[in-house]
C-alpha cells in the first residue's frame, strides 16, 4: 500500500521549501497540485521532475476515489497546493478523510503556513488562538461576526486585499473600534509587513495605503474589560 503524504510549499520565499519535502516530491509516483501552472515553476525551481495531476476544490470529489485506488495499489502520492499547507483554507481534507476511510497511511510533512508567523510577531497572545480562515463573503458573514463576539482566544482570518477595509469596518462595527488588531501582508517576501494598533489605527492606516498582496489578519479576543462593561 503507497502513503499519500501532505506537503506544504513556500508561501513566498522559495527558502522557506524543507530538504525533506523536496525529496519526497522527487521520490513520490505522482504529484497532486492545486494548479499545474503555479507548482509547475516551483518544481522546476528544485529540478522536480515528476508527473503532475490537477487536484482542486472543483474537481476533488470526482478526482479523490481514483487517487484513493492508486494508493490502494501501492502508488506513493503527494498533495501540494498553491502555497502553504494544503488542507488550512485550500484543498486537501476531503482526500485525506478518503484516503484514512480506506486505511491509506497519510503523513504531513512540517512546513510553510501563513498564519504562524504572522499570529507569532502580531504581539498579540498566541498560546490560545482560532483561526477562522476565509469569512463567508455574503450569506452567514453576519451571523458569523456576531457568533465571534465572546470569543476570548485571538482569532486569526485570511483576506484579499480588496475586502480587507470592509472587514476591518465590520470588525470595528461589531467589536468596537478600540480592538487590537494587527494585519499581515506578503509573509516570507521582500516586502513583508505588520501593521499593528487598534482597529481604529488599522483602518485609517489602509484608507491612506492600499493594501496589496496576501493577507492575515490577528483580531484579539475579547477581554476583561469588554466583559464589565458589556
Same mark, same amino acid.
Given at each position: ?13 522559495? %527558502? ?10 522527487? %521520490? ?17 525551481? #528544485?529540478?522536480?521532475?515528476? +508527473? ?11 478526482? &479523490? ?8 495499489? /501501492? +502508488? ?10 494544503? /488542507? ?5 481534507? #476531503? ?9 491509506? !497511511?497519510? +503523513? ?23 483561526? @477562522?480562515?476565509?469569512?463567508? =463573503?455574503?450569506?452567514?458573514? +453576519? ?7 465572546? !470569543? !476570548? ?5 485570511? @483576506? ?9 469596518? =465590520? ?6 473600534? %478600540?480592538?487590537?488588531? &494587527?494585519?499581515?501582508? @506578503?509573509?516570507?517576501?521582500?516586502? %513583508?509587513? &505588520? ?5 481604529? @489605527? ?27 462593561? &458589556?
Amino acid at each position: 500500500m503507497g502513503i499519500l503524504y501532505i506537503v506544504p510549499t513556500p508561501v513566498g520565499n522559495m %527558502e522557506d521549501m524543507t530538504l525533506r519535502a523536496i525529496r519526497i516530491l522527487k %521520490e513520490v509516483d505522482l504529484v497532486l497540485a492545486e494548479d499545474t501552472r503555479t507548482s509547475g515553476v516551483l518544481l522546476k525551481h #528544485f529540478d522536480i521532475k515528476n +508527473q503532475l495531476l490537477s487536484h482542486h476544490k472543483f474537481n476533488e470529489h470526482g478526482t &479523490s476515489a481514483g487517487i484513493v485506488s492508486r494508493l490502494l495499489a /501501492g +502508488q506513493d502520492v503527494a498533495l501540494i497546493s498553491d502555497a502553504g499547507t494544503p /488542507g488550512i483554507s485550500d484543498p486537501g481534507f #476531503f482526500l485525506v478523510r478518503e484516503a484514512v476511510k480506506a486505511g491509506v !497511511e497519510v +503523513q504531513t510533512l512540517p512546513g510553510a503556513t501563513a498564519f504562524v508567523p504572522a499570529l507569532v510577531s502580531s504581539g498579540l497572545p498566541c498560546d490560545r488562538f482560532a483561526f @477562522e480562515g476565509f469569512l463567508p =463573503q455574503k450569506k452567514g458573514r +453576519q451571523t458569523k461576526l456576531l457568533s465571534l463576539a465572546n !470569543e !476570548e482566544r485571538t482569532m486569526i482570518f485570511y @483576506e484579499s486585499p480588496y475586502r480587507l477595509l470592509k472587514t476591518l469596518e =465590520q470588525f470595528a462595527e461589531a467589536y468596537g473600534a %478600540e480592538r487590537r488588531v &494587527s494585519v499581515c501582508r @506578503e509573509i516570507s517576501k521582500i516586502h %513583508e509587513e &505588520s501593521v499593528r494598533g487598534t482597529l481604529a @489605527e488599522v483602518i485609517a492606516h489602509f484608507r491612506e495605503h492600499e493594501p496589496k498582496g496576501e493577507i492575515v489578519i490577528v483580531l484579539a479576543g475579547k477581554t476583561k474589560e469588554e466583559k464589565i462593561e &458589556s
